[in-house]
């Protein structure tokens, strides 16, 4: 019986937009989903700001206008039909160069009846910088769609090559409007609890750090990036912020969510699972679960934890003391007054217990008496553990 790829993780999502999407779709493989949106799209307070961007446009020629989202762009026609400029910014944009940021950019541009002149394999600002600097842009007038927040390494650096920027505000990003959900994400992800964190722009990712930065979680969640969660990206631009901090990322090769989706299948569970065989059954170890013979079983944290510290050792002995030091704080009997006390043998033993009913067969994990516990295979024949 063969699990979904993405079963037994637990997977965070803070899409801004199309997280109904992109949750369905890591369901859809078997993952658990915790939705905490890091921003929220919202529409310009004053769009007086659009509106003179607009004017300054059919005012006078532009030479290229860089195309940066789909979204924004398409927004941006369609407030101008509504101030009854939309065929005369199409006259103009059809005058000019059009560079598009990517695929949804020149999708967008392409839709609206247009064609873009060049777009980036990267999807980056840092290449539609490079390539029009290939050229004298001295005297140029260069219109900017931006994307939620200045992009001053683009436009800055087209001001320094002698050109004059007109930057376009079509929409802005701003924090979720309860932070809570994005709090409990990073506590999540800083105790383990998380396999994967999917991120769909760089505001997003941004945003969510500097959540962990008020609650002084920052170091702790790139920490857990770095090693033990998966940062999925859903492309360059989205993954540089936390590439310039060392947090290895998954992306896919080209910038959409399916394809997002699929590389994290992909590479998960490669990276976060263990296979071992224990008198001739398999276990693979996921997030929250373990395929035993290829069928999933949901394992709570305590059980989870003891599973994980015998795997790292299989057919060793691992005692209770050192079992005790792997269970997550408050296990034990329940009751609020014990909830800060650390785990004793007592609640290593109820874990073990609860293990042995999960993996449903007998003797995979043997008691050595006065000693701890092990898994049942030899040392010799042992496998790499997660």
């Not at 762009?73 to 006259?91: C, M, S, V």
């Amino acid at each position: 019986m063969n699990a979904e790829p993405l079963a037994g993780f637990t997977v965070g999502v803070t899409a801004a937009r199309r997280h109904e999407e992109l949750s369905a779709l890591l369901e859809r493989r078997g993952a658990r989903v915790v939705y905490a949106p890091a921003i929220r799209l919202v529409s310009l307070s004053d769009d007086a700001l659009l509106l003179s961007a607009t004017r300054q446009m059919l005012a006078s020629p532009v030479d290229d206008v860089v195309v940066t989202t789909g979204i924004g762009f398409r927004t941006w026609l369609e407030t101008a039909d509504g101030w009854g400029l939309r065929d005369d910014l199409i006259k103009r944009l059809n005058d000019a160069r059009i560079l598009a940021r990517g695929p949804k950019a020149r999708g967008a541009v392409r839709a609206a009846g247009m064609a873009e002149a060049w777009s980036p394999e990267s999807e980056s600002c840092e290449e539609v910088l490079r390539h029009l600097l290939r050229e004298d842009l001295t005297g140029r007038r260069i219109a900017v769609q931006l994307y939620g927040e200045p992009c001053p390494d683009l436009t800055d650096g087209l001001r320094r090559a002698g050109a004059t920027v007109l930057e376009v505000p079509v929409y802005q990003w701003a924090p979720a409007e309860d932070p809570e959900p994005l709090r409990r994400l990073v506590e999540q992800a800083v105790a383990g609890m998380l396999d994967a964190i999917t991120f769909t722009s760089a505001p997003a990712v941004a945003a969510t750090l500097a959540v962990a930065d008020e609650h002084g979680s920052a170091e702790p969640l790139l920490d857990a990036l770095r090693t033990r969660v998966v940062a999925a990206c859903v492309g360059a631009v989205t993954a540089a912020p936390l590439e310039r901090r060392c947090v290895p990322t998954v992306r896919p090769d080209r910038a959409r969510i399916g394809a997002l989706v699929r590389a994290l299948a992909a590479d998960l569970p490669v990276r976060r699972s263990g296979r071992i065989v224990v008198r001739g059954h398999t276990l693979e170890l996921r997030g929250h679960a373990v395929l035993v013979d290829g069928r999933l079983r949901p394992v709570t944290r305590a059980p989870m934890a003891v599973l994980r510290a015998l795997a790292e050792r299989p057919g060793h002995v691992v005692s209770r003391t050192e079992l005790c030091g792997v269970l997550p704080s408050g296990t034990g009997p329940a009751g609020p007054w014990q909830a800060r006390l650390q785990p004793d043998e007592h609640a290593v033993e109820m874990a073990v217990a609860r293990l042995r009913r999960v993996l449903g067969r007998p003797g995979l994990i043997e008691t050595v008496v006065k000693r701890g516990y092990r898994l049942a295979c030899e040392p010799a024949a042992e496998s790499a553990g997660p």
